[in-house]
């Protein structure tokens, strides 16, 4: 180190900055045998991140490796990353590209997490199960607002419910087409 007033931040800009193309790169600092953490921009925001390195001390910087899932009636069904620190399950939905207009009961936003077994403490503060389902109903004021507070957790599977009526909707499409091919056929026939 070139004096003892160096920084992560003058690491970096002497080791030419960050790799352009990092989904949310992420800053690590090793120090003995513990991991400290934060996301480049939330190191460049705020000072109080630019920590003072000692001897031994190893950096690296790294593609932010969080995701989250989407399934059901969302736009997109796919794995997702995270695009900054901290995601809502607002934010999620944002990422996936909103609800299937035509297809979405918007009573029925489910977060499904699991959890380490380790973390499980029933009777006290904390999950009571391994796995565990949040429901979020959207049409409501307080629905909202709890989507914009909840937090997404990485690993975590967005799930909007589909309508029960586009099942219906599918198989009287499919009914109607097949007898109006029949009906098509039988004048075609007389």
């Known amino acids: 180190m070139p004096d003892r ?15 352009s193309g990092f989904t949310h790169p992420q800053i ?15 190191l460049y925001d705020n000072p109080k991140y630019n920590t003072l390195l000692r001897g031994g001390d190893r950096v690296i910087v790294e593609e932010d490796n969080r995701y989250f899932a989407s ?7 796919a794995l997702h990353t995270f695009t900054q620190d901290d995601l809502s399950a607002m934010d999620a ?10 297809k979405a009961v918007l009573q029925g936003l489910l977060i499904l ?12 503060t904390g999950p009571r199960n ?6 979020i109903d959207l049409r409501s004021a307080d629905g909202l607002f709890s989507a914009r507070n909840f937090e997404i957790n990485p690993n975590d599977l967005i799930m909007v419910t589909e309508s029960p009526i586009n099942d219906v909707l599918l198989v009287s499409n499919i009914v109607g087409n097949f007898f109006g091919l029949f009906n098509s056929a039988q004048n075609l026939a007389n």
Do not use: K, M, W
Not at 5 to 19: A, C, E, F, I, K
Not at 71 to 77: I, K, N, Y
């Open 130 to 135: 391994t796995r565990v389902v949040f429901t």
């Open 71 to 77: 399934f059901g009636a969302t736009e997109v069904e």
């Open 93 to 102: 939905l944002s990422i996936v590209g909103g609800v299937s207009d035509n």
């Open 113 to 124: 997490r699991e959890y380490r077994s380790s973390a499980v403490r029933p009777g006290v």
């Open 28 to 42: 690590r600092l090793v120090r003995g045998g513990q991991i400290y953490g934060t996301s480049i921009d939330r």
């Open 5 to 19: 007033n160096y920084t992560v931040l003058s690491l970096l800009s002497d080791g030419g900055g960050v790799q």
